[in-house]
Nanobody, 125 residues
Framework: QVQLVESGGGLVQAGGSLRLSCAAS????????MGWFRQAPGKEREFVAA????????YYGDSVKGRFTISRDNAKNTVYLQMNSLKPEDTAVYYC??????????????????WGQGTQVTVSS
């Protein structure tokens, strides 16, 4: 069982930056592929970024490529999402998620077994 807690959300002006963190419980964090998803009001959950358990592969949604960077620190049981050049359309609740141990890195929310409670990101124009 993995518990995930996101932090770092908030209100920022367009063009600004935020860094989200997701802290995981347990001793096996390094075996979980991790993802970030977001959901805006009235919209479906959207894939943002994912990183393989080994850190060797990273994937990004088309809408965030070149602006967002996912990384992980296995020593700190934490995955990060650095968000630059933020736009009003990035406004959403951001969730981190973990696959089963040694799970493949994937853009599909169906492949993630554990989810955090979410953190709100609001980008003003």
């Amino acid at each position: 069982q993995v518990q995930l807690v996101e932090s770092g959300g908030g209100l920022v002006q367009a063009g600004g930056s935020l860094r989200l963190s997701c802290a995981a419980s347990g001793r096996t964090f390094s075996t979980y592929s991790m993802g970030w998803f977001r959901q805006a009001p009235g919209k479906e959950r959207e894939f943002v970024a994912a990183i393989r358990w080994s850190g060797g592969s990273r994937y990004y949604g088309d809408s965030v490529k070149g602006r967002f960077t996912i990384s992980r620190d296995n020593a700190k049981n934490t995955v990060y999402l650095q968000m630059n050049s933020l736009k009003p359309e990035d406004t959403a609740v951001y969730y981190c998620a973990a696959t089963r141990p040694f799970g493949v890195v994937t853009t599909s929310s169906l492949e993630y077994d554990y989810w955090g409670q979410g953190t709100q990101v609001t980008v003003s124009s």
